[in-house]
C-alpha cells in the first residue's frame, strides 16, 4: 500500500477555507484516496473518496491531480466543529480493503 | 440508528482479567473489521471477517486476542490475560462489499475504550 504523508497539525479561523494536501508518490493504479475524519473518543468518519480529479460533496471537495501523486482535501469555511484529526489513506477497493492510517492531521478552528 | 454500535463504550480492568467485546454492524454488510487505537496514533488493523470467516489477521493480534462473527452478523473480540499495554480504543468497522461499487468504503462505530489498571 502506498504511504500517505500530510502535515500534523493546522490551525484555521472560522469562516476560512481549509486545504489539506497529502502526499502519496508510490499511488498505484487500482489505489483509490480516501479522507476520514476523527473526533475525541469517537470512531473515524468517512468524508470522501476520489480516484483523480474532482469529487465534491456536501462536506468536502478532493482535489487530485492528473499524476495523482497528491491531493487535497477542501473543506469550505470551516467551524469549530471541524476542529478534528483528518487522515489520508490510500485504499484498494478490494474485498479486504485493508484500511492503513497514519498519524493524521490535527486540525484546530478558532472563533 | 442503523449505523455500528459497540458495547460497552468503557471498560476498565484489572491486569490478568479476560475481557470481551461486542460490534453489531450495519446490518446488511457482510464484513467486518476490527482496529486499536493508541493515544495519538491513528486506528491500526487487528482482523477481518466476511460473513462468519475470519479471512485476515495482523501481527498485532497476539494469541491472547480471539476473534469471533458466529453466524456472520454480530462479532466479539476477546482479551484473554490482559496486559496494561493492551489500553487502547478497540474499533469496529463494516463495509458492504455485495454492492459491487468501488468505492464501498468502511463505517467505524464509537469503539470500546478499555482501559487496564
Known amino acids: 500500500l502506498a504511504k500517505t504523508t500530510q502535515p500534523i497539525s493546522m490551525d484555521s479561523y472560522e469562516g476560512q477555507e481549509v486545504n489539506i494536501t497529502c502526499s502519496h508518490n508510490n499511488i498505484a493504479t487500482n489505489d483509490y484516496i480516501t479522507w476520514y475524519q476523527q473526533f475525541p473518543s469517537q470512531g473515524p468518519r468517512f468524508i470522501i473518496q476520489g480516484y483523480k480529479t474532482k469529487v465534491t460533496n456536501e462536506v468536502a471537495s478532493l482535489f487530485i491531480p492528473a499524476d495523482r501523486k497528491s491531493s487535497t482535501l477542501s473543506l469550505p469555511r470551516v467551524s469549530l466543529s471541524d476542529t478534528a484529526v483528518y487522515y489520508c489513506l490510500v485504499v484498494i477497493n478490494t474485498g479486504f480493503q485493508k484500511l492503513v492510517f497514519g498519524t493524521g492531521t490535527r486540525l484546530l478552528v478558532s472563533p | 440508528d442503523t449505523g455500528v454500535s459497540q458495547n460497552p463504550r468503557h471498560k476498565i480492568t484489572k491486569r490478568g482479567q479476560n475481557v470481551t467485546f461486542r460490534c453489531d454492524p450495519i446490518s446488511e454488510h457482510n464484513r467486518l473489521y476490527w482496529y486499536r487505537q493508541t493515544l495519538g496514533q491513528g486506528p491500526e488493523f487487528l482482523t477481518y471477517?466476511?460473513?462468519?470467516?475470519?479471512?485476515?489477521k495482523s501481527r498485532l493480534l497476539s494469541d491472547r486476542f480471539s476473534a469471533e462473527r458466529p453466524k456472520g452478523s454480530f462479532s466479539t473480540l476477546e482479551i484473554q490475560r490482559t496486559e496494561q499495554g493492551d489500553s487502547a480504543m478497540y474499533l469496529c468497522?463494516?463495509?458492504?462489499?455485495?454492492?459491487?461499487?468501488?468505492?464501498?468504503?468502511?463505517?467505524f462505530g464509537p469503539g470500546t475504550r478499555l482501559t487496564v489498571l
Open positions: 468497522a463494516s463495509r458492504d462489499g455485495l454492492a459491487g461499487k468501488p468505492t464501498d468504503t468502511q463505517y
Open positions: 471477517f466476511q460473513n462468519e470467516a475470519q479471512l485476515e
